[in-house]
């Protein structure tokens, strides 16, 4: 069965960095991007918010006004793993991240629907 594999996350100060991986043994052969959502506390799925996007073949790149120039996805594309990482980090970027699978279009990845799609979440949690 194929699937995401998180890592990285934790707690940080404000101003501090963290990076996330999302590992996969192989990829769905539908995917062509991978991108990183955020779902803040107390919110359902619903109110997931995508960060960051990567588009797997061409290495092109999305991000959420709030991540611009504090985050940067990168990928290792030998070992299906793409990275988050976190910098300038502020309290509202605390919550559960989770990596998903997707399909670019558009300058956009659209995560696919499925448990088989996405990564079971790492928390990072920003205070002092």
């Known amino acids: 069965q194929v699937r995401l594999v998180q890592s990285g996350g934790g707690s940080a100060q404000p101003g501090g960095s963290l990076r996330l991986s999302c590992a996969a043994s192989?990829?769905?052969?539908?995917?062509?991007?991978i991108v990183w959502y955020r779902q803040p506390p107390g919110a359902d799925i619903t109110g997931r918010e995508a960060v960051a996007g990567i588009e797997t073949s061409a290495g092109s790149t999305v991000y959420a006004n709030s991540a611009k120039d504090r985050f940067s996805i990168s990928q290792d594309n030998a070992n299906n793993t793409v990275y988050l990482q976190m910098n300038s980090l502020k309290p509202e970027d605390t919550g559960m991240y989770y990596c998903?699978?997707?399909?670019w279009g558009d300058g956009v990845c659209y995560p696919r629907a499925g448990d088989d799609y996405w990564g079971k979440g790492t928390l990072v949690t920003i205070s002092s």
């Open positions: 998903a699978e997707g399909h």
């Open positions: 192989e990829y769905h052969t539908s995917t062509d991007c």
